[in-house]
């Protein structure tokens, strides 16, 4: 079974700019969950999807970040315009569904750098 | 609200050594209690689970108790060794909430 695929690996980009990352879930997967880890910290929640809808978008803070899950599958997260404390690796995971215990499977993650 | 406190780290043990890290959770719920780890470079892996009090969960020789009664999850290893090198992360998931919530991890070194 593929695991959760992530592009790119890293991006290197200046204050101000903006980027995009893409994440394709598990396969059935109908949770799609994307974590920020800053380095030395645990990773926090950004955004979560069930199917194609929004389940909590709490801590995502919506004046420069964005993300999508159109057709319910793979997702994109994107920061416009990025800080420099966005530097971090952006994790996206995935979950057959909300029931517990919420398994979540974590795709390696996009390290992001913003000089 | 829902909090995970990990034990401080860097952790340098010698192989063959008994590991414990310790972790600690504040819940509004009854969680699910994880460890998860990360070897160098690689994603977070779920490495054991328990979902209710008194609960053990185990793999690759790790073990982890949920005590409700000291809202624990404490990580334990008989004989740790030089491929455990690796940061783990304590984790629980609420009922109300179905997200996770991560300690700040525990970077594991073992040295031959």
């Known amino acids: 079974e593929a695991g959760v695929a992530q592009s790119p690996r890293y991006k290197i980009i200046e204050k101000r700019q903006s980027v995009a990352f893409w994440c394709n879930p598990i396969?059935?997967?109908?949770?799609l969950y994307w974590y920020q880890q800053i380095l030395g910290q645990g990773p926090k929640l950004l955004i979560q999807?069930?199917?194609?809808?929004?389940?909590?978008d709490s801590q995502l803070p919506k004046d420069r970040f964005s993300a999508e899950r159109l057709k319910g599958v793979d997702s994109t997260l994107k920061i416009q315009p990025a800080k420099l404390e966005d530097s971090a690796v952006y994790l996206c995971a995935s979950s057959p569904g909300l029931a517990l215990p919420n398994e979540q499977f974590f795709g390696p993650g996009t390290r992001l750098t913003v000089l | 609200g829902n909090s995970v406190t990990q034990m401080e780290g860097p952790v340098t043990l010698s192989e063959e050594a008994f590991l414990t890290i310790n972790c600690t959770y504040t819940?509004?719920?009854?969680?699910?209690l994880f460890w998860y780890v990360q070897y160098p470079g690689e994603g977070l892996q779920l490495l054991l689970k328990?979902?209710?009090?008194?609960d053990k969960g185990s793999n690759k020789g790790f073990e982890a108790t949920y005590r409700k009664e000291t809202t624990s999850f404490h990580l334990e290893k008989g004989s740790v060794q030089v491929s455990d090198s690796a940061v783990y992360f304590c984790a629980l998931s609420d009922r109300g909430a179905n997200n996770l919530f991560f300690g700040t991890g525990t970077r594991l070194t073992v040295i031959p």
């Open positions: 396969s059935g997967h109908a949770t």
């Open positions: 328990a979902t209710k009090a008194d």
């Open positions: 999807f069930q199917n194609n809808g929004v389940v909590d």
């Open positions: 819940a509004t719920g009854y969680p699910s």
